[in-house]
């Protein structure tokens, strides 16, 4: 029998030595926790035991994941989505529950326990899918924004299906409808108590912490707030990870978005590392080494496998434009889930379902998430093959274009020069997360930015057609960095012939032509030495010790007298 500290020693030395390799050959961490947990679970060596904390602190992880994803989301952000959501996730859900339950149900098992069965199956895995998105920079693609909304609705979905198996348990040949109004409010007022509590305590909380300028009180504030949301939730019925991802939702919205990311980044991949490693702890490996057995979970994990991508590609392809993308769709969501895992062992330990059936299942569920890396790394080529498409032999010049092009259909900055102001410009822009795309006459200037990666057209940026292809249509704002008034003058005409509306800055070396430049249709004109000028102005007050306050009404009214005080 092992001490405590010899297996913490133990997992953390096989962790360093295996997450080392892995990135050796380039492959997902997750690997690397999943094998560990496969060699050293219960199944095999057993030098780690699946105890209450382990998944405790493996749940835990899965909600720090999901409330550093809500980070990145806003609520307004999140409405948006509510088709995808609702309408996609329940169909998935429905769809992929009622084809293995009616193959449940033929295979001896009565129609509700196969209800839960086909549940436990439609699950995917939050944790897993949502980190190789994210390490492959897919989140964001259409086929990751559609996987996510699944995701989230399946969290909603897991409510009702625990509740049918616990009535099943219970004796009861149906779920109460008491108690199916009862959990239904339990949820929603979770929900609404987690999005209250961000909306009005949260910023007011952390503005008060900020200034205490206390490190270690920023990061208790930060667990408290993860621990309390996905407490509530959990509380509520639902899982962790929906009450910490509502809790991150709302906080993306202030200032102390980035630093909160920081803070909780090092928690949540020492407690995400853990989870995996309690996936691969599930994993029997006695089942594989018979023969007969093997063969049988080969034939529930291909099963599970093309089923759930075939029918997720299905209720996809509604809202897609191409087969490829709900076919990559459905292959993300294939896999199974920690959901699942759970309404499994369930039925299993109530002896709801015949342990030959069971248990072949419950293990074929946990391949599935030990071979997600593989799955989802080759999500594209799969897809490809199965369409019997090659996709476009594309040189990196048109890869390049290809690229730009999707820019120019979402919301963007389009930046008239790419000199040095119109490249600075642009790194301030990436940095805060702004996607742009610049348009210059400079030959060389154009091709050392598109070898460095940026989205950079070569053309003359009064050309109306040009600017169509900039995405002027769907342009926030336009900044012209030229320092010729002539060539702003010319570009803002063919600005407010196609957008009048479009907010647009104006770069000039003096005010001598701000008049001219504002009645072209300049939203606001910043002259260089006069801005520099204030620069200086505003340290010297700072450095005479006037409050930063006072030091900003100056500013403010400087410009507002269009820089009169200084002239």
């Known amino acids: ?132 998105l994210t390490e492959r920079a897919e989140l964001n693609r259409t086929h990751g924004r559609l996987a996510f909304s699944m995701l989230l609705f399946q969290d909603l979905a897991f409510v009702p299906f625990l509740a049918l198996a616990s009535a099943l348990i219970a004796g ?70 929906l009450g910490a991802f509502l809790s991150g939702m709302m906080l993306a919205e202030t200032e102390y978005r980035h630093q909160i990311e920081a803070v909780i980044r090092p928690f949540r991949d ?6 995996f490693i309690s996936v691969g702890m599930l994993l029997d490996m006695r089942l594989l080494t018979r023969p007969s057995e093997l063969a049988i979970v080969l034939a529930m994990l291909l099963t599970l496998v093309i089923l759930k991508a075939g029918i997720g590609a299905l209720v996809t392809r509604p809202f897609t434009t191409t087969d490829f993308k709900a076919l990559r ?41 030990v071979l997600s890396p593989l799955i989802l790394n080759n999500n594209k080529r799969v897809a490809r093959l199965l369409l ?36 600075n410009v642009a790194r301030v822009l990436e940095a805060q997360g702004f ?39 769907t342009a926030s704002v336009l900044v012209i960095s030229f320092s010729d008034p002539a060539t702003s003058v010319g570009i803002l005409g063919s600005v407010r012939r196609l957008r009048p ?4 800055l104006v770069r000039t070396a003096d005010d001598s032509r701000i008049k001219e430049l504002q009645d072209a249709g300049a939203t606001d004109v910043v002259p260089e030495t006069f801005e520099a000028s204030l620069m200086l102005v505003s340290h010297v007050l700072m450095l005479l010790h006037v409050p930063v306050p006072r030091v900003v009404r100056a500013l403010e009214a400087i410009r507002a007298n269009r820089y009169a005080v200084l002239r």
């Open 1 to 132: 029998m092992l001490t405590p500290l010899t297996e913490a020693l133990i997992l953390l030395a096989g962790s360093v030595f295996l997450v080392t390799l892995t990135r050796r050959l380039s492959l997902p961490t997750s690997i690397a926790y999943l094998v560990l947990g496969v060699a050293l679970g219960p199944h095999a060596i057993g030098v780690l035991s699946d105890s209450g904390t382990t998944r405790l602190l493996a749940e835990l992880g899965v909600a720090f994941l999901l409330f550093t994803l809500g980070l990145e989301f806003s609520l307004p952000r999140m409405l948006a989505m509510r088709r995808e959501v609702f309408g996609l996730g329940s169909a998935q859900v429905v769809a992929t529950a009622s084809v293995f339950a009616v193959l449940g149900h033929r295979l001896g098992i009565r129609w509700l326990v196969a209800v839960v069965l086909g549940g436990a199956v439609a699950m995917s895995s939050t944790a897993l899918l949502l980190q190789q």
């Open 172 to 241: 009861q040949d149906r779920l109460p409808l008491s108690g199916s109004l009862a959990a239904a409010l339990g949820a929603a007022l979770a929900i609404v108590a987690v999005l209250a509590a961000g909306r009005w305590l949260l910023r007011p909380l952390f503005h008060e912490i900020a200034h205490s300028r206390l490190r270690e009180l920023f990061t208790l504030a930060v667990l408290l707030v993860v621990l309390s949301s996905a407490w509530v939730s959990h509380i509520a019925g639902l899982s962790f990870a």
């Open 270 to 275: 020492l407690l995400l590392g853990l989870f």
């Open 329 to 369: 769709t459905g292959i993300v969501i294939a896999i199974g889930g920690e959901f699942g895992v759970a309404l499994c062992t369930i039925l299993l330990q109530a002896r709801m379902v015949p342990e030959a059936l069971g248990e072949p299942l419950l293990v074929a569920i946990v391949l599935s998430m």
């Open 388 to 423: 019997r498409e090659h996709g476009p032999v594309r040189t990196a010049s048109e890869r390049e274009e290809a690229a730009t092009h999707e820019i120019a259909l979402r919301e963007h900055v389009i930046l008239c020069g790419f000199g040095r102001v119109g490249q």
């Open 435 to 473: 996607e742009y795309i610049a348009l210059d006459l400079d030959p060389a200037r154009i091709r050392a930015a598109r070898q460095a990666g940026d989205p950079v057209i070569f053309g003359d940026s009064s050309d109306e057609e040009l600017l169509r292809q900039a995405g002027l249509p």
């Open 501 to 504: 509306e479009l907010p647009v």
